[in-house]
Structure formats: C-alpha cells, structure tokens
C-alpha cells in the first residue's frame, strides 16, 4: 500500500531564509506525488506534481521538489521564504491500481517570522 | 475560471439536526470528492463520484453520511442526526479525469460545528 510520511509537524522559518518540507513515501510502484498548501480557512491549492517524468519538479510561487528514488524521498523546497509562505503543506501519493485515489500526509505547519 | 464552490461556508447546527453540505465543481469536471478535515484526524476520504454514479464509498463514516450527485454537476453531502464528532471541516475536490498523477482541485470547504 502507498503512504507518505511528513517528517516535521511544525517548521519555522526566517523570511529570506531557505525552507525545507521532508517527505518520504512508501510505493511498490513508481508513484505519482503532489505537493498541496492549505493557508487558514481556505481549501487545498496544488503547488506541483510528479508523474515519473524529470525529477526536479518546479511549482507554483518558487517551490520545487526533487524525487530520489534511492531514498525514498519527496522533499519541498523554496530558496526564499516569504511571509505569504506561512501555512500548512500536505504531502500527497496517488494510490497505485486505483482510480486515483490520494493518500494525504499528516501536514507541515509553516511558520515565517520577520 | 470559476473554481470549486461549497455552500454554506460555515454552518451551526444542534445535535440531532440533519444537514446539508453543497459542492458545485468546475464545469467539465467529471469526477468529484468528498473529505473531512479535523483535528487530530488530518484529511479523510469519504466518497468519489464518476459522473453521477459513486464508485467508492469506502470513507463514509456512518449510515448517517449519504451524498448524491445530479446531473454529473453539482453534489450533496447529507448528514443526519449529526453528532458532535461530525465537527469538522468538509472539503470538496473535482478533477477532470481520474487516474494515478491527475490533480485534484479543491473548494473553501464548508465548516460544520455541532453544538
């Protein structure tokens, strides 16, 4: 069964300052992986995806994330935070051999400081 | 273009009360689904609809939880005799196909406090 496992609950960042989100997946196939961001009190918003094509995806608002296979690994990056950044970020595979059911991760909750 | 829209975007309701959760997806979206957002619980599936038609209902918690579909449009998410654990907020998402790396597309949600 796939999952997705969001290493940090909580991250605090600097504005300017470089963010990291990590996320790890379990998949007996070559999954297909999202990005997500939740700001208060709104709905889910997809920053990028990853379909097995190139491994460095870029997204919306200057996030990217590199999928490494060997590690098992999906994490979300940005060289630059800025204070709209602040919100919650859900790590999210695509359930193989199904009609695309998406399994969430628990969420990152960003905080950016000035 | 128009994105996905719930109605109410909050709603108070007593326990024992029935209610009902409206979600209008992007027109030409075919499949449509229903999550939970609570506390502690993070974001649960309930259904998905393929047209009018509801291929997974694995997430429904309760013979309380029925939705439908009419049209191929616009859904319902009904809830009776609500309980206070049915406290959450309620996420709809359409997609204009289904299938592993197709991209789901959420509205505002609708926020259900049961007193």
């Known amino acids: 069964a796939q999952s997705v496992t969001q290493l940090d609950s909580h991250v605090s960042v600097s504005e300017g300052t470089p963010v990291l989100l990590r996320c790890n997946y379990s998949?007996?196939?070559?999954?297909?992986l999202f990005w997500y961001v939740q700001h208060p009190n709104k709905g889910l918003q997809l920053l990028l995806k990853?379909?097995?094509?190139?491994?460095l995806v870029k997204g919306i608002n200057g996030f990217e994330a590199e999928f490494k296979k060997s590690e098992t690994s999906f994490h979300l990056t940005k060289p630059s935070a800025h204070m709209s950044d602040a919100a919650e970020y859900f790590c999210?595979?695509?359930?193989?051999?199904?009609?695309?059911?998406?399994?969430f991760g628990a969420g990152t909750q960003v905080v950016v400081t000035p | 273009g128009a994105g996905v829209s719930q109605s109410p975007s909050n709603k108070v309701t007593e326990k024992g009360k029935d209610v009902e959760l409206r979600c209008d997806p992007i027109?030409?979206?075919?499949?449509l689904y229903w999550y939970r957002q609570s506390l502690g619980q993070g974001l649960e599936f309930l259904i998905y609809?393929?047209?009018?038609?509801?291929?997974?209902k694995s997430g429904l918690p309760s013979d309380r939880f029925s939705a439908e579909r009419t049209g191929g449009s616009v859904s319902t998410l009904t809830i009776q005799r609500t309980q206070q654990e049915d406290s959450a907020v309620y996420l709809c998402?359409?997609?204009?196909?289904?299938?592993?790396?197709?991209?789901?597309?959420f509205g505002d949600g609708t926020r259900l406090s049961i007193l």
């Open positions: 998402a359409s997609s204009s196909r289904t299938g592993g790396g197709q991209p789901q597309h």
């Open positions: 990853y379909t097995s094509a190139a491994t």
């Open positions: 999210v595979v695509s359930v193989t051999d199904s009609w695309g059911k998406l399994q």
């Open positions: 027109s030409g979206h075919t499949a």
């Open positions: 998949s007996s196939y070559s999954p297909s």
């Open positions: 609809f393929q047209g009018n038609s509801a291929p997974d």
